[in-house]
């Protein structure tokens, strides 16, 4: 299974668009946008909207709801715990996710860990793959999800 999700962080300009926010930073950053240094300390709430193909105006099947941690001062990677809240009449449940993304590999694989409704217990892997950077503003993430356990 292939989705996307569409990141649209706060800047202090797009409140009506904005899909997440930096929740805390460090010291003596603003607040509002990411910290330089590979934005090493910040933490990023989201709730993204979720679609089948790669358009943001797309149908939304769902959110992605979570956070992200930037972790590393000297390697732009950050860590991920969100879950895919799927409400369509294809799929109907959550996926969990959770693991390290190191930004600048083209592909990344993270630790599908769980889930409810039609993916209860599932497991499986999630390989991601940035399909679009816009600034600091946007991003959007392909999720190609491989299940290897659902009940």
Known sequence: MVLYFHDVI???????????????????????????????????????????????HSERIGRAQGIYAYDNKDVFTAGLAFSFVLNSTDYMGTINFAGADPLMNKTRDISVIGGTGDFFMTRGVATLMTDALEGEVYFRLRVDIKLYECW
Do not use: C, M, R
């Open 10 to 56: 706060f800047n202090g300009k797009n409140a009506k668009n904005a899909t997440s926010s930096i929740i805390a930073s460090p010291e003596g950053a603003n607040g509002t946008i990411l910290s330089g240094q590979d934005h090493f300390g910040d933490l990023v709430v989201f709730n993204d909207p979720i679609t089948i193909d790669n358009n943001l």
